[in-house]
Every structure is written in structure tokens, then in C-alpha cells.
């Protein structure tokens, strides 16, 4: 009887307690330097290569229906010639207190215990309700089935899966990498090194502008670039907490740089 | 009502409905039937084969008009609750002739917004696993969604209401079964679970609606208010008010009753019930429908206003988007007119119980109301936080089909309603007739 009521306890204590995702293992974070960024695109097109990302066609991406996991946001203030363009990534941020995880009523999307905001697609309904929580419209979804047709079948990534019509789905931080290299260590006896996982964004950057870690690891590059002066959160007074740190673009030449930053300069993300 | 009517004018009145057709009917049914397959049907057998995208929604605009009509019909619903129940409760006369019919609309409202919540789904097949049940993967429902909320409080309000008209129908279906021959005799003896009249089945019967009446109540409130957390526990500026699960309430009573008036002045004359729903009805629902709108419109305001003082960019954006820039301003502007202006004329008893201008001020309410609940979607998305995925909503050829396709399911369901069901109820209109020849007595 007492070994009874030890079990129960034990198993109410061992319900999630708030913030939990705070004390597993890994918390996975993506730092974007927009002074590095160039807009150039590479992360959005290596992002569709990883992820067999349907190409829906010119008619549905004027119907702004474009499926794009990750992209390039623009914005343009002034009138030529005094024209400034305003570029920066987005992707899902993984927030923390994710507002589209209390909107889905089937549990198709919820928090990890590595801080990443997953997408089920075998259990994904389609009630929407997710995409529209969303403050970053980061969410897309198959509206209708798209085949890939031959020979551009041979170009899908094995490790991903091809989602069916009806089903939401988003930036995943490259999950299938992350599993890759936690198996790996895990057979090696060892945790994940930092620079072990680099989603395919992350890894196709030609300006080093992004870098991706375990914020847990403080260490790590993510988590040494996360204590710059230039951090900050995208809406970051809507309380989401996201797991994506962008810094700040403050120069317009790039001799005006390093005087901001210090430790930087080339320093290895990877 | 005359004072002259007999206890069995009533009876005959009601039993003629449901056992005289006339031409006319059946071709109204015919072609409903046909509308609900070539609107409803066809429509929702190819959005499910091709997908989603034969509809107008995109990203950001994940809800459209299918979400519009959803909350439209919930808000219709409301009727028969409020006219039923409430004025149950607080003994009002006027209400007796109607409040069947109202019910029934309650019930058929209901069923409508059912299923446009499996025809947005995108992928409706798997519906049940929004239901609560114990699975052998073991993995249930999410009770912090608001749409499982709606799962719950619909099915609810559904089955209450369905058994609310129900025990408030069985003395009128052992009146009409004591009335006809045939099959219709079986049928609604069944129906009538063998009710013979005595004094302690009326006191029974009396117990049993006056509970339901007062469950139904707060079951509506709470119906309405989760259906507005759907939009409300979102972070679209637009839409993250605490003022919605009000704002929803007042809304689905306005447009419950304006539906009401609709349908009670085209029974006078489709049933020949004349005698029983006369223009006092008519004056009283004017003066709700007043109140509603007083109220509505303060509401409105309230929702301006608080967007102006708050002074976030987005909530500003928002307010200037839904009501200037969007391409639907037409549609906000029409609404106010519909619905805070024309109401106005029901201050003057004189075109109350003028029953062409009820209907027509009614009918301008429904079609406002109609057009709150597709603002309230259709304008709120398109401008969330992030401007570079601003975009407008324009609906479909499928949505459009689909939502005309949904008023002819619900006359459908009323036309049956009307010809198998006792409309008016029989028992409630005597006791507003009083004991016959009563004066001399």
C-alpha cells in the first residue's frame, strides 16, 4: 500500500512541469547575422532540396500559396534613388510558448524535448487552426497533392517524407539532421558536438551568416552569438519566445563592423 | 390573437399543415432538393477528391467563408434558445405560436454549421480523431484547443437542442396522432411515447422542459463564446479581443431573431397561420431586435475605440484595413447600415407592427450579420503581424456554390420540418387562447 501511494507520487511529480523542454538535453537555436546576410536566396532553394518542397506554379504563388519553408523577406522604403531594401530570413521560429501548439485539437503539433516545435504529419487533420495562431505566418499547406514529376523524382531526399493533400507542415530545423546526429552520438557514446548538426539552410549560406547549435551548450557558437549586443527576437513583444536570434544590422559598410561586435570575425559557425 | 378561436380550430389549424400539401410544396422541395445536390453536393464531392485548393484560401488567409458560415449559423441557432428558453423562463405570452418553429430553426442551424466544420477540414476523412475516445495509440484530443472546445460544446448544444424541441413536441404529436389515419398514425404514435394526457404526465412534461429550458441557456452562451475563442485566443491583432465572446453572444441573438422574424412572416402565409402569429409578434420582436441593435452597436464602437487608444501599429493597421482600405469596405459600411441605422426605424411603434417593414429591416439585419461574421474572417487575416505576407481573400466559385448550397440544406430541413412536425405548438396556444368561452365563466 505505502509503495502504492511512493509509485503515484513519483508519477505526478514526473508529469511536465513548465518549461521542461529547458531540461532535456538539447535546446536547438539558429542565430541569423543580418549584417552577413546578402539576401541572396541559397538558404531558400538548399531548404527546398532537403525537404522535397512541391513546386506549386506560377498561378498558386500569385494566389500567395508559394511553399516555401523558409524565406527571404523584403522590404523597400524610399524612392529611387534613395532606395533602402530591408531583407531577412524567416522561418518557423520554434517559439518556445508557441501560440499554434494550444490551437491544434489533435496533437499534430506540439513541443519536443529538444525546445523544437514538431509538425505530425500522419496526424495532421487540417483545421488550420495552427496557421492562423501563428504571428509569423511561418506555416504552410498542401492544397493540393503535388506530384513531382520524372525525373525530378530521383532529386527527393530519402530521409523526407512527401506529404500528402490536407496536411500543415513548416520548417522542421532539419529534424532528419538533428536525429542523424543524435543517433550517431548516441552509438558513439557521446553527446553531440557542437557544429555536428547544420540544417540545409545553415549549411548552404555562402556569407556564414547563419549558425545553429544547442543554446543548452554555453559553449556552443549559437550561444556565444546569442549574448551579442545585437540580439534580438522577431516580434519579440508578443512574449512567443522563439528559438531563432537574429542580430542586429547596424552597419552599412562592412569597416564600420567589427567596432560593434567583439570576439567576432570569423570565428567558425560550423 | 382573436378571441373566438376554439380549442379545436387549433387542432385542425396544425394537423392540416401536416396532412394537406398543395402543389407548391413539392415543387419548392424539388427544387431545394436539387439546389442542396448541384450547391452542396457536387461542390463538396470535388473539393474532397482534388483538395482544399479549390478554394480561395492561401497563406495567411487559412479561414474564409467556409469559417463565416460556420459562426453564422451558430449565430442563428441562437433563435430558438433565446425565444424558447428565455422567454420561457420569464412567462412571456407572445412567445407561444412561435417558439416551435424557432426551436426547430435552432436545431437545423445547428446541423448547417456542422458541416461546414468537415468541409473546411483539409482532410475531412479523418474527422473522428477530433472526437474523445480512447484509442489503442493512446493518444488523445487536446483539450487546451479551442476547436475541441467547440467539438465538445457543439455536440452538446446539438443534443439538447434536438431534445428540447422534442419533449416540448410530445403532447402535439399524441394530439396529432389521436387526429390522423395511416401510417401517420404509427408514426407519430410512435413519436408521441404514449401520452395520454393525465395530470401527472403534464406536470412531469412541465418539470422536464422547464430544465431543459434552463440548461439551454447558459449552453448557448457558452456555445457562442467558444466558437468566438477560436478567433479570439489567436494572436491576429484583428481578432485577439476579450470583447468577442460578447460581441459574439449579442450578434448570434440579434441575427437568431432577425431569422425568426423572417421565417415567422413567410409561415403566416405559407401555412395559412394567420390567426396565430399576428403583428403583436411582430411589435415585440421589433423591440428585441431593437435592444440588439442598440447593443450591437455600442459594441462596434467599443471595438474601434479601444483599437484607436491602444495605438499598436498592427491594431491601427487592422482597424484602418477593415474599414477603409480592404476591398470589401462596401460590405462594412452596407453592414453598418443594415444593422445600426434601418434597425432604428423599430423605435416608431407604427412600422413594428407594420410587418413588411419588420421583414424587410430583418432581412437587411440577416444579410449585415452575414457579412460581420465574413469581415470578422475575411479581414482580420490579410493583415497580420508581418507585412510582407499581407495579402487579401477573395472567396471561390466552390465556397460561393457551397454557402447558397447551405441555405437550401437548412429551407430543405424546414420544409420537412413544417409538413412531418406540428409547427405551432398546439397545447401553448390554447393556454393563450384561456378556457373557451372564458369571459362568461
Same mark, same amino acid.
Given at each position: ?118 509538425? /505530425? ?58 536525429? #542523424? ?10 553527446? #553531440? ?23 543548452? @551548450?554555453? *559553449?556552443?557558437? +549559437? ?31 562592412? +569597416? ?15 | ?73 451558430? *449565430?442563428?441557432?441562437?433563435?430558438? !434558445? ?7 423562463? !420569464? ?20 446541423? !448547417?454549421?456542422?458541416?461546414? #466544420?468537415? #468541409? ?60 390522423? !389515419? ?14 395520454? *394526457?393525465? @395530470? ?26 467558444? +466558437?468566438?475563442? @477560436?478567433f479570439a485566443l489567436s494572436k491576429v491583432p484583428a481578432l485577439n479581443k476579450t470583447i468577442f465572446a460578447p460581441y459574439f453572444v449579442v450578434g448570434a441573438i440579434y441575427s437568431g431573431t432577425a431569422g425568426i422574424v423572417i421565417l415567422m412572416a413567410i409561415l403566416r402565409k405559407a401555412i395559412k397561420m394567420e390567426k396565430y402569429i399576428t403583428s403583436r409578434h411582430f411589435d415585440k420582436l421589433g423591440m428585441l431586435l431593437l435592444a440588439c441593435s442598440l447593443l450591437w452597436t455600442y459594441i462596434n464602437v467599443l471595438e474601434v475605440y479601444t483599437g484607436i487608444y491602444a495605438n499598436t501599429s498592427y491594431e491601427i493597421e ?22 445600426? /441605422? ?16 419588420? /421583414? ?31 495579402? @487579401? ?49
Amino acid at each position: 500500500m505505502a509503495g502504492l501511494v511512493e509509485r503515484l507520487k513519483g508519477r505526478l511529480e514526473s508529469y511536465r512541469v513548465p518549461g521542461y523542454y529547458r531540461q532535456f538535453e538539447h535546446h536547438w537555436a539558429m542565430v541569423i547575422d543580418l549584417d552577413k546576410c546578402n539576401g541572396c536566396g541559397a538558404c531558400v532553394v538548399a531548404c527546398r532540396a532537403e525537404n522535397n518542397l512541391p513546386v506549386v506554379g506560377e498561378k498558386e504563388c500569385d494566389m500567395s500559396r508559394a511553399m516555401n519553408w523558409l524565406r527571404i523577406e523584403r522590404y523597400v522604403e524610399g524612392e529611387y534613388p534613395n532606395v533602402k531594401v530591408k531583407f531577412i530570413p524567416v522561418m518557423c521560429q520554434h517559439c518556445d510558448k508557441a501560440p499554434c501548439e494550444t490551437g491544434c485539437p489533435v496533437f499534430a503539433t506540439y513541443h519536443n524535448q529538444d525546445g523544437l516545435n514538431v509538425q /505530425v504529419y500522419n496526424r495532421c487533420v487540417g483545421t488550420y487552426t495552427c496557421a492562423v495562431y501563428c504571428p509569423y505566418d511561418v506555416r504552410r499547406f498542401n492544397w493540393f497533392s503535388n506530384k513531382t514529376d520524372k525525373p525530378l523524382d530521383q532529386q527527393l531526399n530519402p530521409d523526407v517524407s512527401v506529404r500528402e493533400m490536407g496536411i500543415m507542415e513548416k520548417c522542421t530545423f532539419c529534424i532528419q539532421r538533428i536525429r #542523424v546526429a543524435k543517433d550517431t552520438a548516441k552509438d558513439e557514446k557521446r553527446g #553531440v558536438k557542437d557544429g555536428e548538426v547544420t540544417p540545409a539552410c545553415v549549411q548552404s549560406c555562402p556569407a556564414n551568416a547563419m549558425a545553429f547549435g544547442d543554446l543548452n @551548450d554555453r *559553449g556552443s557558437a +549559437v550561444a556565444k552569438l546569442a549574448r551579442s549586443k545585437r540580439q534580438y527576437r522577431l516580434l519579440g513583444d508578443l512574449n512567443t519566445a522563439p528559438s531563432v536570434i537574429y542580430l542586429k544590422r547596424v552597419m552599412e559598410s562592412a +569597416v564600420a563592423h567589427e567596432k560593434h561586435e567583439e570576439g567576432f570575425g570569423g570565428v567558425g559557425f560550423r | 390573437m382573436r378571441e373566438d378561436i376554439t380549442y379545436k380550430e387549433v387542432n385542425d389549424d396544425v394537423v392540416r399543415t401536416m396532412t394537406q400539401t398543395g402543389k407548391g410544396y413539392y415543387a419548392l422541395m424539388v427544387l431545394m432538393a436539387l439546389g442542396v445536390f448541384l450547391c452542396w453536393g457536387v461542390p463538396w464531392a470535388y473539393q474532397i477528391y482534388v483538395g482544399q485548393g479549390v478554394t480561395g484560401l492561401n497563406h495567411p488567409d487559412f479561414w474564409g467563408i467556409y469559417l463565416a458560415n460556420f459562426v453564422f449559423w451558430i *449565430g442563428i441557432s441562437h433563435s430558438g !434558445t433565446l425565444l424558447s428558453a428565455i422567454l420561457f423562463i !420569464t412567462k412571456t405570452p407572445w412567445r407561444r405560436s412561435i417558439y416551435r418553429s424557432a426551436e426547430a430553426m435552432t436545431f437545423f442551424s445547428v446541423l !448547417t454549421a456542422a458541416i461546414f #466544420v468537415f #468541409v473546411h477540414m483539409g482532410r475531412p476523412w479523418n474527422f473522428y480523431w477530433t472526437m474523445p475516445y480512447p484509442t489503442q495509440r493512446e493518444i488523445w484530443t487536446s483539450f487546451q484547443s479551442p476547436l475541441m472546445f467547440d467539438v465538445l460544446a457543439i455536440s452538446t448544444y446539438m443534443t439538447s437542442s434536438m431534445i428540447f424541441l422534442y419533449f416540448g413536441s410530445i403532447p402535439d404529436l399524441a394530439a396529432v396522432r389521436d387526429r390522423v !389515419t395511416g401510417w401517420r398514425k404509427d408514426f407519430y404514435g410512435a413519436l408521441a411515447l404514449g401520452w395520454r *394526457g393525465t @395530470d401527472s404526465e403534464w406536470r412531469w412534461l412541465m418539470r422536464a422542459y422547464t430544465f431543459f429550458a434552463v440548461l439551454i441557456i447558459p449552453l448557448a452562451v457558452s456555445v457562442h463564446s467558444i +466558437v468566438s475563442w @477560436d478567433f479570439a485566443l489567436s494572436k491576429v491583432p484583428a481578432l485577439n479581443k476579450t470583447i468577442f465572446a460578447p460581441y459574439f453572444v449579442v450578434g448570434a441573438i440579434y441575427s437568431g431573431t432577425a431569422g425568426i422574424v423572417i421565417l415567422m412572416a413567410i409561415l403566416r402565409k405559407a401555412i395559412k397561420m394567420e390567426k396565430y402569429i399576428t403583428s403583436r409578434h411582430f411589435d415585440k420582436l421589433g423591440m428585441l431586435l431593437l435592444a440588439c441593435s442598440l447593443l450591437w452597436t455600442y459594441i462596434n464602437v467599443l471595438e474601434v475605440y479601444t483599437g484607436i487608444y491602444a495605438n499598436t501599429s498592427y491594431e491601427i493597421e487592422s482597424l484602418i484595413y477593415r474599414m477603409i482600405t480592404t476591398p470589401y469596405s462596401y460590405l462594412y459600411w452596407f453592414m453598418i447600415l443594415t444593422n445600426s /441605422v434601418l434597425p432604428l426605424l423599430y423605435i416608431f411603434k407604427r412600422w413594428r407592427v407594420s410587418i413588411w417593414v419588420t /421583414v424587410a429591416v430583418s432581412v437587411g439585419i440577416t444579410m449585415g450579420m452575414w457579412i460581420e461574421r465574413y469581415l470578422i474572417v475575411a479581414t482580420s487575416l490579410p493583415r497580420k503581424f508581418l507585412p510582407y505576407m499581407w495579402h @487579401d481573400y477573395a472567396p471561390s466559385l466552390v465556397e460561393i456554390l457551397m454557402t447558397i448550397g447551405s441555405f437550401m440544406f437548412f429551407i430543405l430541413l424546414f420544409l420537412l420540418f413544417i409538413k412531418l412536425w406540428p409547427s405551432v405548438s398546439i397545447y401553448e396556444v390554447k393556454e393563450d387562447l384561456g378556457i373557451p368561452g372564458g369571459k362568461e365563466h
